[in-house]
């Protein structure tokens, strides 16, 4: 019998829906009110190894709808020479990195919204899933929207911004922090 700990609980507000015609293309709304603090839903992710995002994820559209996801590496770190001369011990200790990650679900259709953001996500590294939360309360029929951050990689329907940095819009997503 599976104990607590093998489980992840999922929980999804039961009144969302997508929109398929917004501005944004996509987009979640409730068709009832939601209240502050609520959770949305909670998204299990597919974790990328870097390698593939490199090679075939980047050149996809599944690239924009990627979330950056700190990992360990354990790759062995290179053996150096102490000032003493001594060889200094090589670290095995594991290397924190960042490698990307698919949310599925809902998670993957929040669009961004600078100004009217009504949804917090927080990543839950150790059980492999986002948790989705109302910032506020929200009306029935309101978009339901998180932040990517300033730079963005597309035009957004709400500003006409566009990025204009190198910074990708997956690093921006990675930057973003979250109410509890
Ligand atoms: C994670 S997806 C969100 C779901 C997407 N709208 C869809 O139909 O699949 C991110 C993409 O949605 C669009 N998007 C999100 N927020 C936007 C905004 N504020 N303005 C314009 N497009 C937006 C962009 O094309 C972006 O690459």
Redesign the pocket.
Known sequence: MATITDEVKLERFPHLYVKLD??????VFSTAPICKGTILDICPVLVLPPDEITRHIEHTTLN??TYNWPSHSSAKHEDSKQPNGQLEQSSREPRRTTTQAIVLGLG??????RLHQNVAWQRDLERQVVVYRALRDIAADEEL?IS?GDR???????QDGVCTDQES?IEVLSRIELEP
């Not at 993957?108 to 919204?113: G, R, V, W």
């Not at 963005?152 to 709400?158: G, N, Q, V």
């Open positions: 917004t501005p944004k293309g996509r987009g924009h709808y993957s259709m929040f669009n961004h919204s929207c990517y963005l990689t597309f035009k957004d329907a709400e819009e």
